[in-house]
C-alpha cells in the first residue's frame, strides 16, 4: 500500500503514521525526520534546510523532491511505504507522481487529517518528540509511560525548536497557502480520503483503519 498522510501541522500525521506503519509493515517515510536528522549530523542539506525551518518556511523543493526519490528508491519500499509530510506543495506530488508513473506505480490513498485551525496550537506546543525515533507525545493528551523518555527506545524527549507559537502561527500560513491545495488536487485525482482529527488518537486510527481496509 503506497499512503500520503496530508494534514496540518499538529494534525496528528506522525502519530498516527506510527501505528500505521506497524501495522501494514510498510516504511514510516517522514521528510521532517529526515531533515532533522541532517541537521543533528551537520550535514550540508542539513545546515541548508534549517534555516528554512527554524522559520516554519518550507525547504525547497529542489532539496526536497531529490531527497524523496532517493528515498523511495530503497527497497525496503518496494512492498509500499507511508509518505508523512511530504508532498507539502503541487510541484512536488507532480514530481511524486512522475516518479512513480516511471516506474508503472502510483498511490493508492492521500489521507488527510482534518483538525480545524483552533486545535492546533495546544497541540503543538505541547507536543515532544523522541529525537531518536521520531516518535510524538502530547505532555497533556498522550504523555509518556516513563515521563519524559520514549515508550519506544526511551530517550529523553525533546521540544521541537520550532514548536511555539509564532513559528506555529508561520507554519499554518505556509500550510494554508502551499499544501493546502493537495486537497484538491487529490479530490480530482480521486485519491482523496477524509478523517476526523479530533477524536482521540485510537478513534482516529481506527477510522483510519476503516478507510484503508476498504482499499485493499
Ligand atoms: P503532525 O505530525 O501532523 O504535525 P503529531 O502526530 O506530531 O502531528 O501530533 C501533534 C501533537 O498532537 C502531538 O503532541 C501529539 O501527541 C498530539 N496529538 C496527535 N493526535 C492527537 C489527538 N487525536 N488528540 C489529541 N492530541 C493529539
Ligand atoms: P509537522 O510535524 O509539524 O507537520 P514536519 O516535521 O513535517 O512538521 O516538518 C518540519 C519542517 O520541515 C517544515 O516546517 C519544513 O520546514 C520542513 N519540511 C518537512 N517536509 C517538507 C517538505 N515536503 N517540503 C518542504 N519542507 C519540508
Ligand atoms: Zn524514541
Redesign the pocket.
Known amino acids: 500500500m503506497k499512503i500520503i498522510l496530508l494534514g496540518?501541522?499538529?494534525?496528528g500525521?506522525?502519530t498516527q503514521a506510527k501505528s500505521i506503519s506497524s501495522k501494514y509493515d510498510i516504511p514510516h517515510i517522514?521528510?521532517?525526520?529526515i531533515?532533522?536528522k541532517n541537521i543533528t549530523e551537520k550535514t550540508p542539506l542539513g545546515v541548508e534546510?534549517k534555516r528554512?525551518?527554524d522559520n516554519?518556511?518550507?525547504?525547497?523543493?529542489s532539496l526536497?523532491i531529490d531527497l524523496?526519490k532517493d528515498r523511495l528508491s530503497h527497497e525496503d519500499c518496494k512492498g509500499g511505504f507511508l509518505l508523512?509530510?511530504?508532498?507539502?506543495?503541487v510541484n512536488?506530488a507532480e514530481a511524486l507522481k512522475n516518479f512513480l508513473r516511471n516506474n508503472g506505480e502510483n498511490i493508492d490513498c492521500a489521507l488527510l487529517i482534518d483538525v480545524p485551525r483552533d486545535f492546533i496550537l495546544d497541540r503543538?506546543t505541547g507536543r515532544r518528540v523522541c529525537p531518536a525515533c521520531g516518535a510524538?507525545y502530547h505532555i497533556k493528551f498522550n504523555p509518556p509511560t516513563n515521563e519524559g523518555k520514549c515508550d519506544l527506545c526511551g530517550q529523553d524527549v525533546i521540544q521541537r525548536k520550532?514548536d511555539n507559537e509564532a513559528t506555529v502561527n508561520e507554519?499554518l500560513e505556509?500550510y494554508e497557502n502551499q499544501t493546502q491545495p493537495l486537497i484538491e488536487y487529490y479530490e480530482k485525482e480521486n485519491l482523496l480520503k477524509v478523517v476526523q482529527g479530533t477524536k482521540a488518537i485510537n478513534e482516529v486510527f481506527e477510522s483510519i483503519c476503516s478507510i484503508l481496509g476498504s482499499i485493499k
Open positions: 496540518p501541522p499538529g494534525a500525521k506522525g517522514s521528510t521532517g525526520d531533515f532533522r534546510a528554512y525551518m516554519g518556511q518550507l525547504v525547497p523543493d526536497t524523496v508523512d509530510g511530504f508532498p507539502r506543495t512536488q503543538m510524538s520550532d507554519r505556509v
